[in-house]
């Protein structure tokens, strides 16, 4: 089983960036696939960015909402995967969890996953 601890929300503009980071400890952090979630005040939670184990060169999915201006990445040696937000508008602002799964197909789905981490509060102001 993998633990996740997601990183680096806050407080930005619309228009600025953020670095969300996930750190996973726990068994075969690199067998898993990875993925992203938002969930909004008073909304349910929505799927964000997913990429494949592989990391670099491997499959990666995004959300409409968020095409040409989020990036999910990953590190296997350290264990940890990121999403780089950038041009943040005021919609973005939600608790982001990061999540692990067998694979980005069912990591987009979001249901029957791995494990999940306690979520990071992203306020973006206008």
């Known amino acids: 089983q993998v633990q996740l601890v997601e990183s680096g929300g806050g407080l930005v503009q619309a228009g600025g960036s953020l670095r969300l980071s996930c750190a996973a400890s726990g068994r075969a952090f690199s067998s898993y696939a990875m993925g992203w979630f938002r969930q909004a005040p008073g909304k349910e939670r929505e799927f964000v960015a997913a990429i494949s184990w592989r990391g670099g060169g491997g499959i990666v999915n995004y959300a409409d909402s968020v095409k040409g201006r989020f990036a999910i990445s990953r590190d296997n040696a350290k264990n940890t995967v990121y999403l780089q937000m950038n041009s943040l508008k005021p919609e973005d602002t939600a608790v982001y969890y990061c999540?692990?799964?067998?694979?980005?197909?069912?990591?987009?789905?979001?249901?029957?996953?791995?494990?999940w981490g306690q979520g990071t509060l992203v306020t973006v102001s206008s």
């Open positions: 999540a692990a799964g067998p694979d980005t197909r069912t990591v987009v789905g979001g249901k029957a996953l791995d494990a």
